[in-house]
């Protein structure tokens, strides 16, 4: 095994772990508010959905991505290819839908209540549900044209017609045709990444004229502290920022390996990284965002619980 493909295995291993036990720890905080009976949030749904599209894209690609650089290329065949191709563009493509829905949702929630997004307020949770499943449906219907071009490193397919795409390979596709499945692949992608910019700048502007307003209220106090709201967004707009920064370098690489007839492998590889990125930090910084939960949780369970043991007494 040359030394780059330790180091590239390595890097792919280290990082699937971090994100597996980071996301696995975010889902285990859930769980326990859930459990322990504390009132959920309107976007507690979202961020359960995205920690699902997490795991994912982790699983697919990730372990895959690892086994493969450690050697072990031949380990898929046809239909198992197809399903890791799917399955990870199917993650990546709900986490992108998922983070701007949480953008969406959260700009509505910090807007002044007389603001034309303010009004929302009320209405906005009732359809978290619905928003969701608009989340799954399109990125499950547009990423079936991976179940067709898709293949195993033994298919039958003939050679010539393969494009090596690490532990799969691809079926070598007219220029023309090329295009047209990556503009439909891309619409989905481009409306969310616009909405979360747009949502972003939004959530910048509200916060600063939020700023200006409570500006003299900061100076008469000797430890200001930053509203709930206000460190939600914060860890919402680092979010974005970082996931439109590494979906755009992973573009890039894509459009390299798509349209290239024999893609490098070191492409392949860096793509694979980029597209882990995102997944493997996200659950730390929600986890910044939802650290003083448990103990307004564990403050509601004490308070509904002292009348009976004044009872008792």
Request: net charge positive; aromatic share 10%.
């Amino acid at each position: 095994m040359a030394s780059r493909d330790l180091a590239v295995g390595v890097v792919c291993l280290s990082q699937t772990v971090v994100g597996l036990m980071g996301n696995f720890s975010l889902l285990y905080h859930y769980l326990f508010l859930y459990f322990t009976g504390c009132r959920p949030r309107s976007t507690d749904l979202i961020v359960e959905h995205l920690i699902i599209a997490n795991f994912l894209s982790l699983l697919s690609r990730g372990v895959s991505q690892t086994m493969e650089a450690f050697g072990l290329t031949l380990f898929l065949n046809d239909i198992g290819c197809k399903l890791v191709f799917y399955v990870h563009r199917v993650g990546r493509g709900v986490s992108i839908s998922t983070t701007c829905l949480l953008s969406v949702f959260q700009v509505i929630t910090i807007s002044p209540r007389n603001s034309r997004w303010g009004e929302l307020k009320e209405k906005a949770p009732r359809y978290t549900g619905f928003a969701i499943f608009l989340c799954w449906v399109p990125y499950m219907l547009v990423n079936i044209i991976f179940l067709m071009y898709i293949t195993g490193k033994w298919s039958s397919t003939n050679s010539t017609m393969k494009k090596d795409l690490g532990y799969c390979s691809g079926v070598k596709q007219n220029k023309i045709i090329l295009s047209l499945h990556a503009a439909l692949l891309s619409i989905p992608d481009m409306f969310c990444v616009g909405l979360m910019l747009w949502a972003s700048s939004s959530m910048v502007c509200i916060l600063f004229r939020h700023k200006q307003q409570v500006q003299h209220i900061h100076k008469n106090d000797l430890s200001p502290r930053s509203s709930p709201e206000s460190r939600a967004t914060h860890s919402i707009l680092i979010l974005v920022s970082m996931f439109v920064s590494s979906y755009m370098l992973s573009c890039i690489f894509q459009v390299c390996i798509g349209l290239s007839d024999n893609p490098n492998i070191l492409l392949v590889n860096i793509s694979a990284l980029l597209n882990a990125y995102f997944p493997t930090a996200c659950p730390f910084i929600l986890m910044s965002r939802v650290s003083r939960e448990p103990r307004l949780c564990f403050a509601w369970i004490k308070i509904t619980k002292s009348p009976k043991l004044i009872i008792n007494m």
